[in-house]
């Protein structure tokens, strides 16, 4: 395990891995921009600084065995991830590891087909094009990385509540894409297993590896919590309806293969299917 650990992007993922090393007494800090109250209430140290302002990020030092956690998601616009570039810029020396959270969405569109991490990149969407840029500017440094492509990520807290409770409809069972997830819990694991074991510059699927479609998905969290299952459309009806977002994720269809991560992290997961991870939600 790590001595030390530094994350930036203290959110929903940073806070459940913050609190996994803090239960085995392994010192955390964070960078923030202004979270730093409810930080030190979970006994996270908090450094103050703000990744689209690179002046501010000169009143800090990353340790040599301190592991790094960038969670930080890049900016909501534009093709390229320029808060990375300035945290890295701003490093006086490197840390032992970076372990950075990428999307599933770098390889863009694959027809529900089995994806191994040797799958060549075909990011459609920009948010998954400012991703494939993070990862190449590490890539392209000197710094020993893991680099984490994590499906889509629920537990409880972060459940499609609203959505249900609103109505929006999904698309037909039929016509739904295969879609990927991992419960908190287990990509907390593999957080833990990548700042552990993992090899120098590696990359690694991080889901249940059960896929199913996208609509299968809210139908399982609506019954689980006792919600009428969402209204199902085609697709010609979707475009209309339907977030550009949400339309885009629909365009986008893979199943992961996760056996790196199991053979070369030791990772099984916890909650290996919706069922048993949607009851530990609850």
């Known amino acids: 395990m790590p001595n030390n650990v530094f994350i930036v992007g203290c959110g929903y993922v940073g806070q459940a891995v913050a609190r996994s090393f803090l239960d085995r007494n ?115 440094s000197e710094l020993n990385y893991t680099i984490l492509r994590v499906a889509g990520i629920y537990g409880a807290g972060k459940l499609p509540i609203e959505r249900l409770q609103k109505g929006i409809p999904v698309l037909k069972e039929s016509q739904s894409p295969f879609s990927n997830r991992i419960h908190i819990v287990d990509l907390t694991k593999v957080c833990e297993l990548a700042a552990e074991k993992s090899p120098a510059r590696s990359i690694y699927h991080v889901s249940d590896g059960n896929p199913t479609t996208m609509t299968d998905y809210f139908n399982r969290v609506a019954d689980a919590l006792k919600l009428p299952r969402p209204p199902e459309i085609d697709e010609k009806t979707a475009k209309d309806q339907l977030s550009p977002e949400m339309r885009s994720y629909l365009a986008e269809s893979k199943r992961l293969n996760i056996q790196k991560a199991r053979s070369e992290l030791g990772f099984t997961p916890l909650y290996p299917d919706l069922t048993s991870g949607l009851l530990a939600c609850l």
Not at 40 to 60: A, E, H, R
Not at 65 to 76: G, K, L, Q, R
Not at 83 to 95: G, S, V
Request: hydrophobic share 30%; charged share 25%; proline share 10%.
């Open 26 to 140: 392994i010192p955390v800090r964070a960078l923030t921009r202004g979270n730093f109250q409810q930080l030190q209430q979970l006994g996270i140290q908090p450094i103050i600084g703000d990744l689209d302002n690179p002046q501010t990020l000169k009143n800090f030092q990353i340790q040599r065995d301190e592991i790094v956690f960038y969670f930080a998601p890049p900016p909501n616009q534009n093709t390229t991830d320029p808060r990375l570039r300035n945290f890295l810029n701003a490093l006086t020396q490197p840390p032992e590891k970076i372990v950075l959270i990428s999307t599933t969405g770098v390889y863009g569109d694959c027809k529900g087909k089995w994806i191994t991490e040797d799958q060549p990149l075909n990011p459609q969407a920009d948010r998954a094009k400012r991703r494939v840029d993070a990862e190449n500017t590490l890539k392209n």
